[in-house]
């Protein structure tokens, strides 16, 4: 672990719950910073822009800028303009985060790409149909996250994943995932710290999207007993953790930096 350089962060069910600081996160991160480690919030959170977040996680305490975020909507925009420039998109996404979506073209029909980001009201029968209409009319489909569940202070939540799921058996399509547990997300956020996977740390609630994903992309994984996280996803998951701690707050000391 002391050739680690930098950490990745899962915000939602990791450093807050509802936005509101879990015990010792703050401080966690503030001796991770301390250290001279590198450090990105990295979010598969769809309902408030890199600014959004940046603002409320530093208004509870902790020393974040924009410029340490890295959301699903932003790497999205970064890849439709890559694989589909010029594309006329339809977005289903509960929240605004338009201004993460610079340059890309949003239309509410005739699109080229449906863009599925995270779930809520806005998330009814009509606009889920809208999309499915779209995608038998040939559009491709691309999902900002496969994420089933959240975790909010009312308990779990049920996020897009479960309408995806709907979307792409009915229209017979294959979502392309640009947000965790996308390989492409992590390189993204190592490329911004620039470091090499090997020297990086991720930690997460999510077994599968967080830890074991960026396992596979060469990280350490490091699984937190907060959030979305529950025994029996743990003991059904398709690989191990690198490392179990119960808390971000002990993350400090399992990188051997003393407790928070």
């Known amino acids: 672990m002391t ?10 069910g990791v450093l807050t719950v509802s936005w509101k600081p879990l015990p010792g996160a703050v401080e966690a991160l503030r001796a991770l910073r301390a ?11 769809t309902s408030r822009t890199r600014a959004s977040i940046a603002e409320t996680l530093s208004a509870a305490g902790f020393e974040v800028g924009a410029e340490d975020v890295l959301t699903a909507p932003a790497v ?10 010029g594309a006329r998109c339809t977005l289903l996404n509960d929240g605004d985060i338009a201004a993460d979506l610079g340059g890309i073209t949003l239309v509410e029909e005739g699109a080229d790409v449906v863009v ?3 779930a809520g009201p806005g998330f009814d029968y009509a606009a889920l149909n809208r999309a499915f209409g779209e995608l038998q009319r040939g559009a491709r489909l691309v999902a900002m996250h496969r994420n089933l569940y959240w975790r909010t202070e009312d308990g779990l939540q049920l996020d897009s994943g479960a309408f995806l799921v709907g979307l792409e058996r009915a ?20 490329a ?24 596979r992309a ?9 959030g979305k996280y529950r025994p029996e996803t743990h003991e059904d998951a398709s690989g191990t953790p690198d490392h179990v701690v ?13 407790p928070v």
């Open 35 to 45: 250290a001279g480690l590198g450090v990105a919030l990295v979010t598969n959170t």
């Open 171 to 190: 229209a017979r399509v294959e979502a392309e995932v640009t947000g965790k547990p996308s390989r492409a997300f992590f390189e993204a956020a190592l």
């Open 76 to 85: 999205t925009a970064a890849r439709l303009a890559e694989r589909f420039p």
């Open 3 to 12: 050739s680690v350089r930098a950490v990745l962060i899962d915000i939602d």
């Open 116 to 118: 599925v980001g995270g």
């Open 192 to 215: 911004r710290l620039d470091v090499d996977a090997e020297a990086a740390l991720m930690v997460g609630d999510d077994i599968e999207s967080d830890v074991l994903a960026a396992q």
């Open 246 to 258: 119960d808390s971000f707050a002990d993350v400090p000391g399992l990188l051997g930096l003393g």
């Open 218 to 226: 060469g990280l350490t994984g490091v699984l937190v007993k907060t």
